[in-house]
Structures are given as structure tokens and as C-alpha cells.
């Protein structure tokens, strides 16, 4: 209940980097593995594809969560955070999570149907955001807002990667 009364979207951050441990219970929290023995995960899944990445955006660079081995790979360097949202505030934010569709893994004829798996899922991941900074006292904000043309190409995603939506995360400012 605590949680659920504290969750609230931020648009200002202070640009402190979050603990190790913080992060990795964060993307935990996010989409991580809850029953080992299934492979299934914190947020529910569509016909359990498990569709959805997430890429951490860092000023150090930018990381895939792989959630089997819990472990960060890295995948680009450089800071790629201004590029996560037309809004300024993006680039003080320690770490933005960029949620991405691997559309090759939804077994559905339809571009339609396709986006729809892809959006919902998207929004459970997000909501375990949320409700988890709510619980650490972190900031967050999810937006749709973004360059997807240009942060795609910056993040060398493949043909079949859609990004849905980006969700920065640190301590709230002020």
C-alpha cells in the first residue's frame, strides 16, 4: 500500500549514481527471473515470450540486463542518456532503462497485434519501476517521447528491435 500511495512520475533528478546493489534489485524488480525453476519473471508475459529488453543507459554506456544470469553486457560506450527523450531533464537522470521488443519473439501474423503484445508488456515492466522506486524513494518517469529513429541507430538495435518507451530512474532532486 505504501508503494502504490508513493508512485509518482518525476521529471528532475539529481545526477548521484545509484549503488550496484540498488540497480541490479531495480532491473530485478523490473523484468528479473522470480521462479527459477520456469524462467518466468517479475512481470507477466504474453504467452510467456519474454519479449521485452531492457537496455541500460548510463553515462558510462550502455547495457543489456540479461535477466537469466542477472548480469549487465555491455553493448555501447559513451553516454547515450540525451538521446532517451526530446526533454532535457533525460540527460541528468544516472540511468535511463529503455524498454525494447525483439518483434521475432511474438509468434503473431499482425503488425497490430504485434504492437499490442509488445505495448501492454512493455507496461507491466514499467510499473514494477515505478512500485519498486516508490519502495527505495527513487525518482522515475516513463515517456514515449523519443527520437526512436536516432537513439535506435546510437543503441545498433537490429531491424526487428522496436523501442517502446524509456523510464529514467535516480534520486529525486530537491
Not at 540498488?22 to 504467452?47: I, M, Q, Y
Not at 544470469?69 to 559513451?78: F, I, K, M, N, Y
Not at 538521446?83 to 535511463?96: H, M, R, S, Y
Amino acid at each position: 500500500m505504501d508503494a502504490l500511495s508513493e508512485r509518482q512520475t518525476s521529471r528532475a533528478f539529481r545526477s548521484d549514481s545509484l549503488p550496484l546493489q540498488t540497480l541490479a534489485d531495480l532491473l530485478w524488480a523490473a523484468f528479473g527471473v522470480n521462479r527459477p525453476e520456469s524462467g518466468k519473471r517479475t512481470a507477466p508475459s504474453a504467452v510467456n515470450w519474454q519479449e521485452t529488453d531492457i537496455y541500460v543507459v548510463m553515462e558510462r554506456g550502455t547495457f543489456l540486463y540479461e535477466a537469466t544470469e542477472h548480469r549487465l553486457d555491455a553493448v555501447r560506450a559513451g553516454d547515450l542518456r540525451a538521446l532517451t527523450g526530446i526533454q532535457e531533464f533525460v540527460a541528468d537522470a544516472p540511468v535511463t532503462l529503455v524498454l525494447v521488443t525483439d518483434m521475432s519473439r511474438i509468434d503473431r501474423p499482425s503488425q497490430e497485434e504485434k504492437n499490442f503484445y509488445s505495448a501492454i508488456d512493455a507496461g507491466y515492466i514499467s510499473q514494477n519501476i515505478y512500485l519498486f522506486c516508490a519502495s527505495e524513494g527513487l525518482a522515475t518517469g516513463v515517456r514515449a517521447l523519443v527520437d526512436r529513429p536516432t537513439l535506435h541507430e546510437a543503441m545498433g538495435l537490429a531491424d526487428d528491435q522496436k523501442i517502446v518507451v524509456a523510464q529514467s530512474v535516480g534520486y529525486p532532486a530537491g
